[in-house]
């Protein structure tokens, strides 16, 4: 795997943009959660939903393996003696992986300025940091808007269309963990937006928790 759907150049190997989840660790801590357990709770979230994930062998550097989104609805970092453990979730005794013995993890940096803006932004290169200024954000939006009211308007789908399209999520759905808050994150980040997109704005489910209702219907 050397990247995701959307972001395909992400390179397992000589990218500098991998952030240990150490560092990720320490500056959510400091600077937003002030809990290391907290943070440790909130970094799984991301991870379970948008945030790209790797981990590199210590004894070995070739030896990296991106995870997958699933991976972290079988796995939880937790904060223990002051560091940093992976263990399965839910937990079985006797299994437990520590980070700094087996492992060092990394976050990608893109999708972390993304999720926590005012944290990792300053860390992006100055490019990606313009991008995601205030001002070149309005102008950026004021593009796109453009350059949407310049595009034919989409029909409004037929019901048949919209259970098709919601057959097709409800599999992604179900996989996802039963932890608090994690499926109500993914339909407002990753599965609203999307039935925006494939279905327009003129679909029955006018907003995120609408569409979570029905995937909970169906579950």
């Known amino acids: 795997m050397a990247g995701t759907d959307d972001e395909p150049s992400i390179d397992p190997f000589d990218d500098p943009r991998w952030v240990s989840f150490e560092q990720v660790h320490q500056l959510l801590c400091q600077q937003l959660f002030d809990d290391p357990q907290v943070t440790a709770v909130e970094m799984n979230d991301a991870f379970a939903i948008n945030v790209p994930t790797m981990k590199r062998s210590r004894m070995h550097w070739s030896d990296r393996e991106m995870l997958s989104f699933e991976y972290w609805n079988e796995h939880d970092l937790i904060w223990s003696d002051n560091h940093l453990v992976l263990v399965s979730c839910p937990p079985r005794p006797l299994y437990r992986l520590d980070v700094p013995e087996s492992f060092v993890g ?56 919209e259970m098709k399209w ?49 995937l909970k219907k169906n579950f």
Not at 186 to 211: H, I, T
């Open 106 to 161: 990394y976050a990608w940096l893109p999708r972390l300025a993304r999720r926590w803006p005012t944290v990792f932004g300053p860390m992006l290169p100055k490019s990606a940091q313009k991008e995601s200024q205030p001002g070149a954000s309005h102008t950026n939006a004021e593009a796109k808007e453009r350059e949407q009211s310049l595009q034919p308007i989409k029909a409004p789908p037929t019901p048949e269309e």
């Open 166 to 214: 919601l057959a097709s999520m409800q599999p992604k759905f179900d996989r996802l963990s039963r932890k608090h808050g994690v499926k109500s994150a993914w339909v407002r980040d990753v599965a609203f937006p999307q039935m925006q997109n494939d279905l327009g704005k003129g679909g029955r489910w006018k907003g995120w928790g609408s569409l979570r209702r029905a």
